[in-house]
């Protein structure tokens, strides 16, 4: 009987045993898988990592694209602004010189027409001095008497023989 109850008390720290094993066997399952569910989120969390570190890598190349895009159109501006500035200079030079060129024009004009009042002037003293018959005579003496073609109608040249 001692030894169907040492047998007894054996297979009952047995089974005491198993259940503990099983309850440890359990317990470190449930750590195996949550260590895998872990693993398999840092996977996860490693794998959209790297998805992320190419997306920043192909932001920064695009970035640096557009940083080289910015600067060209900013040098194509500055040089537009030049030739702006070139071409207002030599504008403001040439309405300079056209504007000297009027004056000078408007000069030779007032000129031109005392000129013409002088030889209207002496052509009226020389047939006032002749009479009527040196009138009618130096009438016919006019060689030619034209005006010349021009934008503005130039003074009347009259050539006189002597």
Known sequence: ETEVEQLQRLLASMEKD??????????????????????????????RSSQLEKEVAGLREKIHHLDDMLKSQQRKVRQMIEQLQNSK??????????????????????????MHDRIEHLIEKQVSRGGSSARARSKSEYVSSKRLPGPKPLPLIRVVET
């Open 18 to 47: 198993h259940r503990d094993l099983l309850a440890r066997m359990e317990s470190g399952q449930a750590e195996l898988e949550r260590l895998r569910k872990a693993e398999g989120e840092r996977a996860a969390q490693q794998e």
């Open 89 to 114: 200079s030599v504008i403001q030079a040439k309405d300079a010189a056209i504007q000297e060129l009027k004056e000078r024009v408007s000069y030779l004009e007032a000129e031109n027409l005392e």
